[in-house]
């Protein structure tokens, strides 16, 4: 495809927009991470100047897929470079309204180029074609489901299209991806491996397995603000199960234990890419586990049949922290060099919310000190992200405004410019039947207050999250359930 685009740009001939974009979308993403990969290489280029070409490779690109929209027939090339800066895109602002409009405009390319319909049976097909190419047959299934498996994902990952999907398997005739490498597809015939041998495919195969177990569970659930109580709860405890097989059923080189990490080193010195990708299929699984179990934490301080799953989201919600930890010790990894990309904060900020929500309705259990130091640490990794990434900064003001919406009311803030504002704001806000704010001063067992830390610093999220503690006995089930969903839609 390079040497068509620059022979082609040679000859004064036509280019193809579509792989055009899919050309300026792999240099925007190569300029993105190259502080990852090149920090042993001497390179006359600084971050910034990399964040700089990054972002105008990157709207070149959206530039291009524009024009291919308007001008030109679909090609394979268009999801392709949609894929690449969907999930770039995402990294560095978010779960936007453009990270949204990307990936649902690969699902429509799909469908408009017929991927859906990849192996009908040649009897069933009206045109007369001549047999399609094997190689080119296996990786348009690949980027066919590697769009639903993104699709199923978001289903079970919050904001607004939580609950939903658009790719429904029945309207679909496509083979799932083989596990072979790139240099075996030629082979004739090509022998799959079995599931416990590495190869290129291994991680994508299992993330689509995960991402079909969010459809399951997007299938089963209310939408949101709905009481569980139409809920099955047996349901909730099946679903997790396969949650549980899930992970235990991953071949050994993409599991996270330390004994299965030390038995994959020779692994990873075939496949290097397997060291980043196990850790973010373990990190989505563990917070979709946690998304599971999310309407029935609260209600387990009440309701003691809801027990299972407050053990269940506490074991996913720290291993998810621990994860984090075993990031950092990993030689050669994008995850290890930096906590800057947003995918991984928004995994570390979703289980925080799970460790605090606990310590909000399940005190006196005797490990309230142990938590206090569980949460302590979890906000200490997204402080120092803070001060690397945008995005992080982004994420404590969106949770100031959610938190300000619900009444909880900010004590000590750092920031004072904006006090007008935010008194104005507060007093806009409907009333509550609530306690006020002098009662929830009063009125607290916290933590915070009770326990003297020596790690403890003051930052904006200890003040945030203090006032979360504070707050937390005081809101009924609606309410929180209400607060989880704009904490939701705030981080995506």
Not at 201 to 222: E, G, H, K, W
Not at 243 to 258: G, M, N, S
Not at 313 to 333: D, F, M, Q, T
Request: charged share 25%.
């Amino acid at each position: 495809m390079v040497d068509d685009i620059y022979s082609n740009i040679k000859d004064a001939e036509k280019l193809v927009p579509g792989q055009l974009a899919l050309f300026l979308a792999i240099l925007a993403s190569a300029a993105a991470t190259y502080q990852f990969f090149f920090d042993d290489v001497p390179l006359d280029l600084s971050i910034s100047d990399a964040s700089q070409v990054s972002l105008y490779w990157t709207n070149s690109a959206l530039e291009m897929l524009e024009i291919a929209r308007r001008t030109c027939e679909g090609v394979i090339e268009d999801i392709q470079a949609t894929i690449l800066l969907s999930f770039l895109l995402y990294h560095l602002e978010g779960f936007s309204a453009r990270v949204r409009g990307l990936f649902a405009s690969a699902t429509c390319i799909a469908r408009d180029l017929s991927l859906h319909r990849i192996d009908v049976p040649s009897s069933q097909i009206s045109d007369s074609r001549s047999q399609p190419d094997p190689v080119s047959l296996e990786m348009k299934r690949r980027i066919f489901w590697h769009v639903v498996a993104t699709d199923w994902l978001l289903s079970l990952s919050g904001g607004p299209q939580e609950g939903t999907y658009n790719m429904q398997p029945r309207h679909m005739i496509v083979k799932r991806p083989r596990n072979v490498d790139d240099k075996d597809l030629r082979q004739n015939p090509s022998l799959d491996q079995p599931i416990s041998s590495p190869t290129v495919m291994s991680y994508y195969i299992q993330r689509i397995n995960l991402a079909d177990l969010c459809r399951r569970v997007a299938d089963t659930m209310p939408l949101l603000n709905v009481e569980v109580s139409p809920i099955n709860y047996q349901d909730i405890i099946a679903l997790d199960k396969r949650f549980e097989a899930f992970l235990e059923e991953l071949p050994t080189f993409l599991k996270t234990d330390e004994q299965s990490r030390m038995s994959s080193e020779e692994v990873m010195l075939k496949y290097p890419q397997l060291r980043a990708q196990r850790y973010a299929l373990g990190m989505i699984a563990l917070t979709r586990r946690c998304k599971l179990h999310q309407p029935f934490l609260i209600r387990g301080s009440i309701n003691k049949g809801y027990h299972f799953s407050r053990e269940v989201s506490l074991k996913s919600a720290r291993s998810v922290i621990k994860l984090k930890k075993s990031v950092e010790l990993e030689p050669g990894s994008v995850f290890a060099s930096d906590v800057k990309l947003t995918g991984i904060c928004h995994h570390i900020f979703m289980a925080t919310i799970v460790l605090v929500t606990d310590l909000c309705f399940n005190r006196g259990h005797g490990d309230d000190e142990e938590r206090h130091y569980e949460v302590v640490e979890a906000l200490k990794i997204l402080e120092e992200a803070k001060s690397r990434s945008r995005m992080v900064g982004e994420f404590v003001e969106s949770l100031e405004d959610v938190l300000r919406r619900h009444k909880v009311h900010l004590l000590n803030r750092p920031h004072t410019t904006n006090n007008v504002g935010s008194s104005n704001a507060q007093m806009d806000q409907p009333h509550k039947d609530l306690q006020t704010t002098e009662s929830i001063r009063v009125n607290t067992s916290n933590p915070w207050e009770t326990l003297e830390d020596p790690m403890s610093y003051p930052s904006e999220f200890d003040s945030v999250w203090r006032d979360y503690v504070q707050l937390g006995p005081v809101l009924q089930m609606p309410e929180w359930d209400s607060l989880f969903s704009d904490l939701d839609n705030a981080f995506n």
